[in-house]
């Protein structure tokens, strides 16, 4: 059983920047990721980095966020610039069994994201 905790959420206005942070209890070599849920709407993918290191993003976040990962693949990273009042939500962090293409299987309780303005 692996183990996610979300930290780093918090609120800022429109235009800033937050960077989230996802403590994972393995280093093992796996895909992990972020996901967001805004208020009655669906969780969708925000980004993920998969074994060989690909990094995907949603089209809406692309040339904002920044996904990465320390050397030892413990602790991944969700740097989030030029922030819109849609980013705002519930941030997870995942991590699957193996590559990204079999999806995730664990999850964190999540940390929370408002932008205002």
């Known amino acids: 059983q692996i183990q996610l905790e979300e930290s780093g959420g918090g609120s800022v206005q429109a235009g800033g920047s937050l960077r989230l942070s996802c403590k994972v209890s393995t280093n093992n070599n796996i895909c992990k990721g972020w996901f967001r849920q805004a208020p009655g709407k669906e969780r969708e993918e925000v980004a993920t980095?998969?074994?060989?290191?690909?990094?995907t993003y949603t089209d809406s976040v692309k040339g904002r966020f920044t996904v990465s990962q320390d050397s030892t693949q413990s602790t991944l990273f969700l740097q989030m610039d030029s922030l819109k009042s849609e980013d705002s939500g519930m941030y997870y962090c995942?991590?699957?069994?193996?590559?990204?293409?079999?999806?995730?299987?664990?999850w964190g309780k999540g940390t929370p994201v408002t932008i205002s303005g």
């Open positions: 995942a991590a699957g069994g193996s590559w990204c293409l079999y999806g995730m299987k664990y």
């Open positions: 980095v998969d074994r060989d290191g690909t990094k």
